[in-house]
């Protein structure tokens, strides 16, 4: 059996690694190889404790304890970090994964695939430079996936906008910065030697994303001299999306972005994308048959799809609820700020750890503790329990 990876991104280059490393005849093609994709490249403890390599490695990086969470009329809060974000240039990352590739025996091409064509039971590739013969597919050319006939089918409901600039410049802290009315947020993120200063949103077009952004950079006198802009798209499947999601189909499985594979919230796709190439491995390891595509399938929608689909629907909720007569971002800011049991969940929240599916429950078991936290500290210490009574 011939695998054909398409796409050397996270998702390509670790599903090509897992192929090549099991004895599967693996070839991956990439037009551009190692490039700095536009992204924040950032990863959170779920990732690397899933995938060590992701954190021991010589590979460049930034390892961030401290975030800083700011939202209109509520200020801003410092979390101090339990689990690290790492933060790697994407050129890094990726050089990374597909040396790893390459060292378990993957052959590498460098050229744009302009068609995927099926031939009887396999797959005829035409290339920029020729044309490769595979037995099965693996999608993974991302979130502007060029093929048609394979891959999540994003409509503009479907995406949401990044963009941002790459800015001289160094510190120690990432910002976190929601925005009245915005479905996304602004980040700054320290990497080696730079800054990735960006912003996400839904429903807004790009060029008044950059305004906003170019405002919060001058206001925070983050000096535009010497950067590069960037901008790019980010999968943000609605709802009913998640549930009509094309992510196989006959020879072939979409891994990470090209499988539309992003938290809906948080724009999180890293994770997914080397997730969701070792489902595909497995899958294909395990059941090269005809129940290839629906054995992927299950194993997505059980190991984290389902959780995304949620997510999809708290989102609004997130960015434009309320909460006891205040935005919901807002109230998180004062609630991190004053409730060492909603820190917590903050806390989970960042490294990963919390789900969407188990994160209402925790909430509402949490609810009164929380309270009594924010009152204690407001001065009515005599209505705050013991800490240990504390759940
Ligand atoms: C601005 C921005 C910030 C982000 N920040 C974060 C973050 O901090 N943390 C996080 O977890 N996620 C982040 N993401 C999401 C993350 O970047 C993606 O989820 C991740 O890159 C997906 O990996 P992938 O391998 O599926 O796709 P990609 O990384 O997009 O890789 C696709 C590859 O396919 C190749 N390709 C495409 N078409 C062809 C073709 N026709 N022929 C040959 N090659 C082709 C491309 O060259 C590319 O190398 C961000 C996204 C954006 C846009």
């Known amino acids: 059996m011939k695998v054909a990876v398409l796409g050397g991104g996270p998702s390509g280059a670790f599903a090509a690694e897992r192929l090549a490393t099991a004895g599967v005849r693996t070839v991956l093609i990439d037009e551009k ?17 899933e995938y060590p390599f992701l954190i021991d490695n010589h590979t460049p990086k930034r390892i961030v304890r401290e975030t800083v969470l700011a939202a209109p009329k509520a200020g801003s809060v410092t979390l101090h970090l339990r689990d690290p974000l790492v933060i790697y240039s994407r050129y890094d990352l990726n050089n990374m994964l597909l040396c790893r590739a390459d060292k378990a025996g993957a052959q590498i091409e ?5 068609e995927m064509a099926r031939t009887g039971t396999g797959w005829k590739l035409r290339t920029k430079t020729g044309a490769i013969d595979a037995d099965f597919c693996v999608v993974a050319t991302g979130a502007r996936n060029p093929l048609r006939s394979a891959g999540t089918t994003l409509t503009q409901q479907d995406t949401m906008s990044a963009l941002g600039y790459f800015v001289p410049g160094n510190r120690d802290h990432i910002d976190i910065q929601f925005l009245e009315n915005l ?5 700054v993120f320290p990497r080696s030697g730079h800054l990735s200063v960006g912003i996400c949103g839904k429903g807004v077009p790009a060029s008044e994303l950059r305004k906003q952004l170019e405002h919060h950079m001058d206001q925070y006198s983050i000096p535009p001299e010497g950067s590069t802009f960037y901008s790019h798209l980010l999968p943000c499947l609605e709802t009913q999306a998640w549930k009509h999601n094309r992510v196989a189909g006959d020879g072939w499985m979409a891994v990470g972005d090209a499988a539309g594979l992003v938290d809906p919230i948080t724009g999180e796709g890293l994770y997914y994308a080397v997730r969701s190439a070792d489902l595909a491995a497995r899958t294909l390891l395990n059941e090269a048959t005809d129940k290839t595509e629906q054995a992927y399938r299950w194993l997505l929608h059980r190991d984290f799809a389902a959780d995304l689909e949620l997510g999809s629907r708290l989102a609004q909720r997130v960015f434009h609820g309320h909460y006891m007569f205040g935005a919901v971002p807002a109230r998180m800011i004062q609630f991190t700020r004053r409730s060492p049991t909603f820190r917590a969940v903050m806390q989970d929240l960042f490294s990963g750890t919390q789900n969407y599916i188990g994160l209402k429950g925790r909430l509402l078991r949490n609810l009164n503790g929380s309270i009594f936290e924010i009152m204690g500290s407001f001065g009515f210490g005599r209505l705050v329990p013991r800490k240990d009574s504390v759940a």
């Not at 460098?110 to 302009?114: D, E, N, Q, S």
């Open 183 to 187: 479905e996304g947020y602004i980040w």
């Open 33 to 49: 190889l190692a490039w700095e994709k536009p992204c924040g490249g950032g990863l959170t403890y779920k990732a690397y404790h």
């Open 110 to 114: 460098k050229t744009r695939i302009t």
